[in-house]
């Protein structure tokens, strides 16, 4: 449910990666999820074990996942 009470509707599009464990059964994932009917973005949040529950995440642009990539290479060469 969002903030107004009505239901999320989200499609996994792809499922790209398991990037850890998170919690007892769940796991962070990168995912291409579309949210709401929406375009699918790249997708980074906690999902339990069935993909019907899911912790707060962030949905990324091609365009943004390609700055955080770029920012992120950057930090790790340091």
Avoid: C
């Avoid at 499922?15 to 009917?37: C, F, Q, R, T, Y």
């Amino acid at each position: 449910m969002d903030r107004k009470g009505d239901p999320i509707e989200f499609k996994i599009a792809r499922h790209i990666a398991v990037l850890g464990p998170s919690g007892k059964d769940w796991a962070m994932e990168l995912n291409l999820v579309g949210w709401n009917g929406r375009e699918p973005k790249l997708d980074i949040r906690t999902w339990d074990p069935s993909h019907e529950r899911m912790g707060k995440g962030i949905a990324l642009t091609r365009d943004e996942a390609q700055k955080l990539r770029d920012a992120l290479a950057a930090y790790l060469s340091e």
